[in-house]
């Protein structure tokens, strides 16, 4: 279920067989993490049916980064994380800009997670405080992430498995509680709300050199690992968004605290306790596993694209998210809709100029090649420069 980071990804028996389900759950694990648990309050404050149009145009927006970004790596005969591939088709200005992107990116998914697993925790065990399980959940995922220990595509294939049978119970045993009221909102008030949630839901570029990995030789299978592993979260996501939406509803969201409007949280307090425990440990153990990659990925870029000694790049990785836990200075919602808004904005518009630059100076004949798409991407620039500096102006109001 875990191995040493730097292992080759060849597997024996049956997964040797399956390295396309190993590649596309590696994407749908780093894809599906602390994000699925904040979509419903935002899309229950909008409205259901503009959250899912948005839900399903975010998502085919990602799907086409994610094509591209994997279309830069196969073009590249060097392996790198994300700030390597920056500078060698954007220079070093491409470089700083993708190093501060996936700054921002990761240090605000770990400390969302660090906030989810506690809160979570403390949900489902009922004593202590939230701050206390954020510690001990700290004190694991940082040793794990030292050691170079990461979750294997195996471990994700069984994780993403059970999130898909967990939602299907949930909705299945709760049919009687989703009322038709909470599904038919909408308030144009918060029509930029949902936007960075659901921007950080579907980021997941620090993932795709590592779905290169994982498929090793059977490179050929990359496009179809990225287009399925794109495509599962968007359907997870509208099925869980509607169920949860429809059982919790706008009202009984806005009656909680900040940082219980965690959709599995309030799933607990408004539907079945067993269902509600089941919810938040499959959601502690998904922001476990993408705790693990996000934390191993920044902590290579600082040690292997900026030779800081590894004891120090994992020091940089996990110090800041901590402090900010500690400090109490935010809470879940915002720091995703933040995060996604600002780090997806800027990391979606690097993906594309890599991708252009890379058809033209790429070192190495990719398994497959996409279309330009100028226009496409051009809008897709477009609205990540909005949000940025949407997300800038409300910050700063």
């Known amino acids: 279920m875990f191995k040493k980071r730097g292992a080759p990804g060849e597997y024996r028996g049956l997964w040797a067989e399956k390295k396309l389900l190993i590649g596309i759950t590696t994407l749908v694990g780093t894809i599906v993490g602390a994000g699925i648990l904040g979509i419903p309050y935002v899309i229950a404050k909008a409205g259901l049916l503009y959250g899912s149009l948005l839900i399903i145009g975010i998502g085919l927006a990602f799907l086409f980064l994610n094509l591209s970004l994997g279309e830069v790596v196969l073009r590249t005969r060097e392996q790198h994380q994300l700030t390597g591939y920056a500078e060698k088709y954007l220079g070093k200005k491409g470089k700083i800009l993708m190093f501060c992107a996936m700054v921002v990116n990761i240090y605000g998914a770990l400390t969302a997670y660090l906030i989810g697993e506690g809160k979570t925790l403390h949900t489902i065990l009922g004593w202590g405080s939230p701050l206390l399980y954020s510690l001990l959940f700290f004190i694991a995922g940082s040793w794990i992430v030292y050691n170079g220990i990461k979750a294997t595509g195996r471990m994700e294939f069984f994780l993403i498995g059970l999130l898909f049978v967990v939602v299907i119970l949930i909705g299945v045993f709760s049919l009687n509680k989703i009322s038709v009221d909470n599904l038919s909102t909408f308030n144009p008030a918060f029509f ?18 590592e779905v290169q990995e994982e498929l090793g030789r059977s490179k050929e299978k990359m496009k179809r690992a990225i287009i399925i592993g794109s495509i599962i979260p968007i359907i997870l996501y509208l099925v869980f968004t509607f169920i949860i939406v429809g059982i919790v509803g706008l009202d009984n969201f806005e009656a909680l605290s900040p940082n219980e409007r965690i959709a599995t949280v309030a799933l607990s307090l408004y539907s079945s306790s067993l269902l509600g425990i089941l919810a938040n440990v499959l959601a502690v153990l998904t922001m476990f596993t993408s705790y693990l990659v996000l934390g191993t990925a920044l902590m290579e ?14 020091l940089m990785t996990v110090l800041l998210p901590l402090f900010i836990v500690l400090l109490d200075v935010t809470h879940f919602i915002r720091v995703l809709g933040v995060t996604g808004a600002i780090a997806g904005g800027l990391d979606g518009t690097l993906v594309l100029l890599m991708f252009w630059r890379a058809k033209k100076r790429g070192d190495r004949v990719p398994e497959y090649s996409l279309k330009p798409h100028y226009v496409v991407g051009g809008l897709l620039i477009i609205l990540f420069a909005t949000g940025m500096i949407h997300q800038l102006w409300m910050q700063l109001g």
């Open 301 to 314: 870029m600082f040690h292997y694209d900026y030779k800081f000694p590894r004891r120090g790049a994992f």
């Open 192 to 209: 930029f709300l949902p936007y960075g949630v659901v921007i950080f839901a579907f980021m997941a570029s620090p993932g795709i050199p």
